[in-house]
T-cell receptor, first 113, second 109 residues
Framework: DAGVIQSPRHEVTEMGQEVTLRCKPI?????LFWYRQTMMRGLELLIY????????DSGMPEDRFSAKMPNASFSTLKIQPSEPRDSAVYFC???????????FGPGTRLTVT | QQQVKQSPQSLIVQKGGISIINCAYE??????FPWYQQFPGKGPALLIA?????SEKKEGRFTISFNKSAKQFSLHIMDSQPGDSATYFC????????FGAGTILRVKS
């Protein structure tokens, strides 16, 4: 199995631009999670889906952030407009169930200038 | 709101020594306590996990000790090796997974 796939691995963009991060979870996993990692705030859960349905988006920082999961094999996290404080590593993770071990992707390092 | 407190922030251990990382939690609804290991440029990966019905779990050189009454749990790495140098996160799960702030471990050879 290829594991969780994220793209792009690195993204550099200017403030105000739209950014879209992509994730392909492990086949057969029912839950998908988006995390943000920064030095200041550590690993934060942004949103998670179960069977393609958003269950908890309380971690989404503000309306500029949105996430979708149109099918079981694809999810996007969009930031519009992006700001320098959004610079972080964004991880996608998937899990066979709604709890238990999560398998993380390699992350997308986002830099907003 | 930090629901899982992890210490120390960083740790330096000699090769062959014991590395100990501690975590404490407040929410008694947590029922799953994993430890994740993260190498630079990689995503976190599950190392070992425990549920509150047992006080200890051992997998190879890695042991979790769990104290339900004190709401504390710790990771012990026996015979620490340079390859163990990484960032370690404790976590706790109730309705979602909450991570500690992380401990940067360096094992000196």
């Amino acid at each position: 199995d290829a594991g969780v796939i994220q793209s792009p691995r690195h993204e550099v963009t200017e403030m105000g631009q739209e950014v879209t991060l992509r994730c392909k979870p492990i086949s057969g996993h029912n839950s998908l999670f988006w995390y943000r990692q920064t030095m200041m705030r550590g690993l934060e859960l942004l949103i998670y889906f179960n069977n393609n349905v958003p269950i908890d988006d309380s971690g989404m920082p503000e309306d500029r952030f949105s996430a979708k999961m149109p099918n079981a094999s694809f999810s996007t996290l969009k930031i519009q407009p992006s700001e320098p404080r959004d610079s972080a590593v964004y991880f996608c993770a998937s899990s066979p169930g709604s709890e238990g071990e999560q398998y993380f992707g390699p992350g997308t390092r986002l830099t907003v200038t | 709101q930090q629901q899982v407190k992890q210490s120390p922030q960083s740790l330096i251990v000699q090769k062959g020594g014991i590395s100990i990382i501690n975590c404490a939690y407040e929410n008694t609804a947590f029922d799953y306590f994993p430890w994740y290991q993260q190498f630079p440029g990689k995503g976190p990966a599950l190392l070992i996990a425990i549920r509150p019905d047992v006080s200890e779990k051992k997998e190879g050189r890695f042991t979790i000790s769990f104290n339900k009454s004190a709401k504390q749990f710790s990771l012990h790495i026996m015979d620490s090796q340079p390859g163990d140098s990484a960032t370690y996160f404790c976590a706790a799960e109730g309705n979602k997974l909450v991570f500690g702030a992380g401990t940067i471990l360096r094992v000196k050879s």
